[in-house]
């Protein structure tokens, strides 16, 4: 069989459209969003995800620890840490073998934790009803000793020659608490869980037979978040090898304008004992592989010292970075001495103008308003262990609803969302985790600036969220500090904070751009002391909806996914949009949030409810009707879009809506007109009628004529599974929907569905979406919600792949995939 796309058959499948339907639209091929490895030799830029070894060491038993910390030496003498892991004979053969990226908390059991003293009700939000609800009810934390300690060994093997090299091990991510240990020397502890580090490992490897053993300890007792964090080597780990002469991480930084302009500043390392003389070269190239401009420079280095060179040209009719049209320009950086080269090191970056005013946000000019959305990086199947191209389909999943903007809330992006939102032309609000300007959390900023200053989708540096000190002074004081960084960093970007409390006052007089967090009754004090400053609502909506669920249930602990329920601090969709999209200081905002995410079970906060219901999508990305309402007013496509599903009890009245951006639209039930009604803009069309058994049809007209259909019908018992798929580089994502056998949608189908694999690939996660569901991510099976159930897959090898989806007494279904 072919392959097919997600969104052929979307959801509901009996759907039907007429000249411009949108729902039945198949989406285009993903492949190839993220580069791939560039060419740098002589430099040597290796990913180290593969071969590692896990397992689970304990917190307070040093004995189940390895060892560690059970000796005053394991501090005292450098070498000798003690952990019995360390030595190279030490058989591991009883660790699990594991890839990065790697969340080992997804896959342990939900655990009912009902022993959390609450503290008073007026030091509480109303959400954090439990420590274990808001991190989604898994066994990690001091409560959890013996699943809140990981241990990662690998024996790295390098090559000749490498003992006469730079050699470093970049860490993407880590949650949390690491120690690296490389032959038994602690070379480096780095508490965050979000910040990338760098771990030299140059004077510690074997240069005889000696096999190089290296430990990650990983300690994610403490959390720093009030949602699902994860727990492990969830990014990427990268073994780099340079020359002693090189550029170091995040080495470049190319400002550039619209009048093409360019800039690059290049920090050059001379790590040996000699002075010398190198030239700096710099290559721009635009996105078809052409040179538009070579840059020569000569660098005079000390013994052991830095440099900052810069080099400054202008580009010719210089091709902008947008929305529309995402291109980027190369920089390939050569370090040459006598003539040779001896480092390379890549960059990329985007021209473009980025305006903000108090009555209007500029891309290159053009005004619009930021549609965003917020996001952990949580996915079904996989926590926050998502492989690349699941980042690139969850964006390409946002881009589709019409979104032009990516908050990432509350810590720093991963590397791959911000490859991606520059090649896909989604704007990004990059966030800093910790709001202090102690130094750790100066150093976690400026690594956030350091590695994103030349992603042209970034907008905005954000220094915190909701922080209790954001009114006041001691504060502001904090604020001026982070700011005064930023800006020496990167002068050429604003700051802002996300504020629910004390706007106007406190960090507010550091902020270019205020971020508002739902309250935007109380923005009186600014309009009066900051007439001029901008303001984007950096949280709005917080819509609860349970995908496919029309009323209410208290037992089950579902919402309904019609458009009228969120908290009290929060909003509906059009109780938010049309207000922003009315009111020209408010430039925009942030939808909390586009998919679901385990924690902060909202409105629910109580086993067994796991996960959030703010989506627009939930867990598996499977839209929620929601998703419709935003892509009718925020995207360009024709949107007819009718729901509930069409099964329910003989006579029962039900609320029959439509998401569109058409004219005007007509419901039928059963061929019996219910009535025709205009569209007005951002708003969704609404009758009530009692259900009779068949098919209710929507027809939406433009200038007077039908140009889109749209059907619900009634479904029979379940018969078969329909298995549908995308595809991103490597990672395929699979979509099982049950059928009856006239091919309508079941929508209450909950069978239990199996996914089979045949050749080069594994099922490495399923879901379905339910908030409530304790089936385990890591498995080959998963019972449909309300019809769904998805799994992730990855190819690992060459030669076609086939994946059945089975389930009792259906007829199953099944796609192709080419590896």
């Known amino acids: ?79 000798l840490s003690g952990v019995t892991a360390a030595e190279p004979d030490y058989d591991d053969s009883t660790w699990r073998q594991v890839s990065l990226p790697h969340d080992w908390a997804v896959e342990l059991p939900f ?86 580090f760098e771990v030299d490992i140059s004077n510690f490897i074997n240069t005889d037979d000696k096999p190089n053993i290296l430990l990650v300890r990983v300690d994610a007792s403490y959390g720093e978040g009030w949602f699902y964090e994860g727990a492990g080597i969830y990014r990427h780990v990268w073994l780099v090898k340079t020359a002693r002469t090189y550029v170091p991480q995040w080495g470049t930084f190319i400002k550039s304008d619209i009048s093409g302009a360019v800039d690059i500043e290049t920090r050059i390392v001379n790590g040996t004992d000699t002075a010398k003389t190198v030239t700096l070269v710099s290559t721009i190239s635009d996105a078809d592989g052409k040179v538009v401009a070579r840059l020569e420079t000569p660098v005079e280095l000390a013994a052991q010292d830095e440099q900052t060179a810069n080099q400054t040209t202008k580009l010719a009719s210089p091709r902008l970075w947008g929305l529309k ?61 998502i492989p690349d191209g699941l980042h690139v389909w969850r964006l390409q999943q946002l881009k589709e609803m019409g979104s032009n903007a990516y908050r990432s809330s509350h810590n720093p992006a991963t590397p791959e969302v911000l490859e991606a939102c520059d090649r896909l032309g989604i704007l990004v609000l990059d966030e800093n985790r910790l709001m202090t300007s102690a130094p750790e959390g ?69 902020l270019d751009v205020l971020g508002v967090n739902y309250y935007v009754t109380r923005l009186g004090p600014v309009r009066e002391k900051y007439p001029n400053l901008p303001v984007v609502g950096t949280e709005t909506a917080s819509t609860l909806c349970t995908r496919g669920e029309y009323e209410r249930s208290e037992t089950k602990l579902y919402v309904p996914a019609y458009d009228v329920t969120a908290p009290k601090w929060g909003h509906t969709a059009e109780n938010w949009w049309p207000l922003y999209d009315k009111t020209p200081n408010l430039l925009g905002g942030f939808v909390w949030t586009g998919f679901d995410y385990r924690g902060e079970p909202t409105p629910f906060n109580w086993w067994p409810s796991v996960t959030s219901h703010f989506g627009i999508m939930d867990l598996c990305g499977f839209p929620k009707d929601n998703f419709w309402y ?51 803009k951002d708003y969704h069309l609404e009758w ?89 991510d890591k498995a080959l099976y998963r019972k449909a919600f309300n019809g769904l159930a998805q799994a992730i897959v990855q190819v690992k090898g060459t030669g076609s792949v086939t994946i059945t989806a089975r389930s009792e007494g259906l007829i199953s279904g099944r796609v192709v995939l080419k590896a």
């Open 1 to 79: 069989m072919v392959e097919v796309h997600r969104r052929h058959l979307l959801q509901g499948a009996a759907v039907l459209s007429v000249g411009l339907g949108a729902e039945m639209a198949a989406q285009p091929a993903l492949a190839g969003i993220l580069p791939g490895p560039a060419d740098l030799a002589p430099r040597q830029r290796i990913r180290f995800d593969e071969d590692w070894r896990f397992a689970f060491g304990h917190a307070s038993d040093v004995n189940r620890d390895f060892g560690f910390g059970a000796y005053q030496y394991t501090h005292a003498k450098q070498g």
């Open 111 to 196: 655990v009912n934790n009902d022993t959390y003293t609450l503290p008073a009700p007026d030091k509480r939000r109303e959400y954090e009803e439990d420590e274990a609800a808001a991190h989604g009810y898994k066994p990690v934390g001091r409560k959890y000793p013996e699943t809140s300690i990981g241990w990662y060994r690998k024996v790295l093997r390098l090559e000749k020659g490498d003992e006469q090299k730079r050699l470093t091990l970049e860490f993407d991510g880590v949650f949390r608490d690491s120690i690296v240990i490389l032959n038994g020397y602690i070379l480096n502890r780095h508490e965050s869980g979000y910040t990338p």
């Open 325 to 385: 049209d995402p291109h980027l320009y190369s920089v390939r950086t050569e370090i040459m001495e006598s003539g040779a080269v001896v480092d390379v090191f890549a960059s990329t970056f985007g021209i473009r103008e980025v305006v903000f005013k108090v009555d209007g946000f500029f891309l290159n000019g053009e005004a619009m308003k930021i549609k965003g959305t917020n996001n952990h990086q949580d996915h079904a199947g996989v926590g926050s262990a």
């Open 442 to 510: 100066m150093y976690e900023l400026e690594a956030l600036i350091r590695r994103g200053r030349n992603h042209p989708s970034i907008i905005l540096w954000s220094i915190g969220n909701e922080e209790p000190q954001q009114g006041t002074e001691r504060g502001a004081k904090i604020a001026r500090d982070m700011r005064r960084l930023i800006k020496k960093l990167d002068p050429t970007r604003p700051v802002t904070a996300a504020m629910n409390n004390g706007q106007g006052f406190g960090i507010t007089e550091s």
């Open 630 to 680: 935003y892509q009718a007013w925020w995207s360009d496509k024709p949107v007819l879009h009718l729901f509930p599903h069409w099964n329910w009890e003989p006579g029962k009245d039900v609320s029959v809506w439509v998401h569109s951006n058409c004219e005007a639209v007509e419901l039928f039930v059963n061929g019996k007109s219910q009535g025709r009604k205009d569209v007005a």
């Open 688 to 776: 009530t009628v009692p259900f009779v058994p068949g098919k209710i049809t929507a027809y939406g007209y433009r200038g007077g004529k039908v140009t889109m259909k749209a059907e619900r019908v009634t479904a029979g018992g379940a018969a078969k599974v329909v298995l549908t798929s995308e595809r991103v580089d490597d990672i395929a994502v699979l979509k099982a929907e049950v059928f009856d056998k006239a091919g309508v949608a079941v929508p209450k189908a909950d069978n239990l569905i199996f996914f089979d694999v045949e050749g080069p690939a594994e099922v490495i996660g399923v879901g379905n979406g339910n908030p409530t569901s304790h089936e385990p």
